[in-house]
């Protein structure tokens, strides 16, 4: 499912950023003052879910056992509807920490599961048949080329000692110190030199709470984290994949941070998207610039694409490891079109094609804030303007006019245009949330819809269900609208929700097709869910079929071109569809 798009904030956390290219430059002239610090994020590409992705599924799991309520009904972790119904089960029990609390992972996942046995089982079920993604093989050859002799991890997984497997060809070469084995084997590693080290911290214990470890547990804790923080002193740390949101993984950031010349080779947040860091990111970042620390926060796509960027300029790197893992790496290709009928089966995706799009934005700099200011300035001008924030000032389509009455009062200084990078589009970004405001403004002005914004959806549905293009849609699934037994108040239409992503080098419009609720409140989403579900669960495939090849149709419309604003100066929005949607099938069927 696609998230919201991270809009960019303008903090003092931008002050300290820095480019890839930079920090790039500035690794490759470090060799072996550079340690790193990988949290859940740079082990997301080999399938391990986060912390945050198990949170979800803990409170799904206290959710169905404790309300006795069938799974299908909270089955889409990724919903927004679904993750609102949960979070408000969670805190009607009052004795659970509140969303995004620093102890809501170890809390939530001992309420689930009170006996570790079983905490451990799980967790090693998430790992079982994890591989190391191109990230991981790339940190081990940065490791054999005596580039990187430190990772520090709160990870519980075995990925990085299974990298360094590959590339040294065995597993005598990596010391790895696992909690609970003792600190003193890492420090008597780092004080004979023998490279490479990881060591495993387990900032909240992954399978029980700080508190209810035993003295000896909670001793080897305190001196795992006080050799991280020694370690400091005479190395740089480049942080990964990390959100920030441990306290005691913080605490020791901020204690090394304070000590007089540490972290001489600098401290590097790599940090993913286009939305600000964690606060107390932006604070550790901040006190350490204070105390003449070299610091930086570097975006990056994912910890594959930072270590890519990296080992480019590596000296003396033995390469051979990354090619063999880029040999053994599933190639996926677009399929080529269906001819006769030998190219059959196929499996047809709910996704069409967005053919054609924007090529550029206008770009105004100014001195506006961040996303909020921009939509207060455009809605305060009165105009017609979709607009967002980036870094390289604000991007808009519409009426030059319009856009100039909307950031004028903010010194515009630059006032010019800015093309649409398709490595922007790969990610939830600015331009990315841009576009899909754009589209689907396009499809309710040219279709007849109208639009419930949701966090990571789009509800489309018919203003009119006497529209003469819905009788065929009325076939499959009448009535095409009304109001729900019993709650005259609660009135609904057959629809479509859509959510864009980005595939094969082109966006794509994702088709669900469905009841859309118009007048949803707090007292009849029950309601809705249970008419939903009533609604839809025989929709078997020959069903959802038709109506995912209906409203590609209906979107399709003639293949004409469709506007987001329909203005003939500035920059507007033009977009062509696809006529059928993607497919895909086992190559040589």
Known sequence: MLEIEKQPDVSSASKLEIQPDDFSRRFSMRPGSLMWFLGAGASAAAGIPTAGDMIWEFKQKLFVSQ???????VADLSAPGVRQ??????????SLPAEGASNEYSVIFEKVFPAEADRRAYLDAKVSGAKPSYGHVALAAL????????????????????ACAKVFDGTGALTSVAFGVGPEIARKAMADGRWPIE?????DFRWRQLKNTDDELRHQDRELRAALVDSCRRSGLIVCGYSGRDDSIMD?????????????????????????????????????????????????????????DLVRLVSKLDAKSLEAFGKQREIKTAAPAIVGKAHWPVVRLNALRVAQMPTVFRRVVCKVGGTGEVRQAVEAAGVDVLAART???????????DIHKAFAPFDVAEFDLASIEPRRLRYDSAERGLLRDAVVRALCRHRGLGRIRKRTTDLLYPISVYEPGLQELKKHV????????????????EGC??????????????????????????????????????????????????????WSSYLYGDGEEVHALGVSTGVDAAFRFGQRTGFTRRAGA
Request: hydrophobic share 40%; charged share 25%.
């Open 67 to 73: 309300r006795r309520a069938p799974p299908e009904m």
């Open 85 to 94: 119904h949960l979070q408000s089960h969670i805190d009607s029990t009052n």
């Open 143 to 162: 490791m054999k080329a005596d580039h990187t002799r430190i990772v520090w991890t709160t990870n519980f997984d075995p990925l990085v000692a299974d």
């Open 199 to 203: 060591v495993k911290l387990h900032g």
């Open 252 to 308: 020791t950031l901020e204690e090394a941070a304070a000590i007089p010349g540490a972290f001489p080779a600098g401290l590097f947040w790599l940090h993913r998207g286009d939305g600000s860091p964690y606060e107390r990111v932006t604070a550790l970042l901040e006190r350490a610039h204070a105390h003449g620390i070299e610091t930086g926060l570097v975006r990056v796509q994912s910890f594959d694409e930072g270590l890519r």
């Open 391 to 401: 870094r390289p000032g604000v991007l808009a389509f519409g009426a030059d006019a």
């Open 478 to 493: 009448p009535p095409l609208g009304g109001s729900v037994p019993k709650y005259p108040n609660l009135q609904w239409r």
């Open 497 to 550: 929700a859509v959510r864009i992503e980005w595939a094969a080098d082109s966006l794509w419009l994702l088709l669900e097709p469905g009841p859309i609720f118009l007048t949803l409140t707090a007292e009849t989403r029950f309601a809705a869910s249970g008419f939903g579900r009533e609604r839809t669960f025989k929709r078997y495939n020959q069903k959802l079929d038709s109506l995912v090849d209906f």
